[in-house]
């Protein structure tokens, strides 16, 4: 399987403080990393490194062979980074489809699934074309974050990054979408990384999966051994689960 991104080295954080050390972790081509660690340990700064949103120190972040690091923000999405912040940022004051449509780009060259349109994102999620014509401000918890789901895949991304999508959603929203995020990954083959703090039911639809603790990554392995490994999870996590 090919390599899709590669991290070696990165440190970073905000202003002068610097929240990630060395870290280095690679991800093969269609393929689902679960990103996990206890609250503060640097999951989030991470995701916001891939995207553009920190201050970067050191290493190098490769994306397809692009050097992602020498990016700005702005044209990360075009390198294929769709990125679920953990704040869900949709336009409120635009509708379901206005959202949508704002941002969609063109299907990949090579990519073998269909590309994303609003119609594909409507059909994994009929909620929102319920409500295609509702504005952000009208919508659930749960809905916005199906928008912000669908507002990254609109983009036609080489890489997702779902920041604790599941974080504050009632137990049926869950289900409903981890079963799309299953989808997403699994039949659409679409590369993601998945940061969760309840780790469970991210490995079972998982392959891959690195623990962070201050900063630093403190294990790497496939999703299954973790997962089948409650007391290492517990050691690494903090918490019995
Ligand atoms: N904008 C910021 N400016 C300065 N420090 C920050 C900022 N955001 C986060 N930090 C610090 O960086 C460290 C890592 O935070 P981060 O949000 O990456 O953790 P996390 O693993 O995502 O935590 P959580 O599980 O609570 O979402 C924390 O010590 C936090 O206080
Ligand atoms: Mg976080």
Not at 166 to 194: C, D, N, Q
């Amino acid at each position: 399987m090919s390599e899709l991104l590669k991290i070696e080295g990165l440190s970073a954080g905000y202003g002068e403080a610097v929240v990630l050390q060395g870290v280095s972790l690679s991800l093969a081509e269609g393929e689902t990393l679960a990103l996990l660690g206890r609250n503060g340990t640097g999951k989030t700064t991470l995701i916001n490194t891939l995207a553009g949103a920190t201050r970067q120190h050191a290493g190098t972040v490769a994306l397809g062979g692009v050097a992602l690091h020498r990016l700005p923000a702005h044209e990360r999405a075009a390198a294929g980074i769709g990125w679920v912040p953990q704040e869900r940022n949709i336009f409120k004051s635009l509708t379901v489809h206005e959202n949508l449509t704002a941002v969609a780009r063109p299907g990949r060259k090579g990519a073998t699934a269909a590309p994303w349109t609003p119609d594909k994102v409507y059909a994994m999620f009929p909620r929102l074309a319920e409500r295609k014509t509702n504005l952000g401000t009208q919508l659930s918890g749960g809905e916005q974050q199906m928008l912000a789901v669908g507002r990254a895949l609109v983009l036609n991304p080489r890489l997702l990054l779902l920041d604790e999508p599941l974080e504050g959603l009632a137990p049926i929203i869950v289900e409903e979408l981890l079963r799309a995020i299953r989808r997403i990954t699994r039949e659409e083959g679409l590369s993601a990384i998945i940061v969760e703090q309840h780790p469970q039911a991210i490995l079972a639809i998982s392959d891959q999966a690195a623990v962070l603790d201050r900063g630093t990554v403190v294990h790497t392995g496939t999703a299954a051994s973790l997962s089948a490994q409650p007391e290492l999870l517990d050691r690494l996590l903090g918490v019995a689960r």
